[in-house]
Nanobody
Framework: QWKVVESGGDLVQAGGSLRLSCAAS????????IGWFRQVPGREREGVAC????????YYGDAVNGRFTISIDDAKSTAFLQMNDLKPEDTGDYYC??????????????????????WGQGTQVTVSS
């Protein structure tokens, strides 16, 4: 059975950096695009980043473009989200997910949660002023 587990969430001061990890088991990320999303209670889930293992392309949400970087390790078992210059508005629960098409390609533009089917439980990120 597949499993996706996020980790690395923490309390950090504005302007600081944080690195989130997404460990996949029961399947390999080699043939799946991997995405990061975030959510604040009462608001819709927001697309943060997507990494296409098939073509190596990455896409980011407008609010994080230039500050966040998504990557995957050589073993294709763990994804990362490097977050720099964090702002209070980056606060939220961050989720990792694998897309359900098995194509290893991200949809161009802001990642859409509807494209992803294998989700982790989330990790909390809090950015203080």
């Amino acid at each position: 059975q597949w499993k996706v587990v996020e980790s690395g969430g923490d309390l950090v001061q504005a302007g600081g950096s944080l690195r989130l990890s997404c460990a996949a088991s029961g399947f390999t990320l080699e043939y799946y695009a991997i995405g990061w999303f975030r959510q604040v209670p009462g608001r819709e889930r927001e697309g943060v980043a997507c990494f296409g293992t098939g073509d190596g392309r990455t896409y980011y949400g407008d609010a994080v473009n230039g500050r966040f970087t998504i990557s995957i390790d050589d073993a294709k078992s763990t994804a990362f989200l490097q977050m720099n210059d964090l702002k209070p508005e980056d606060t939220g629960d961050y989720y990792c997910a694998a897309e359900g098409l098995g194509l290893g390609i991200c949809r161009p533009g802001v990642p859409d949660a509807g494209d992803f089917t294998r989700w982790g439980q989330g990790t909390q990120v809090t950015v203080s002023s």
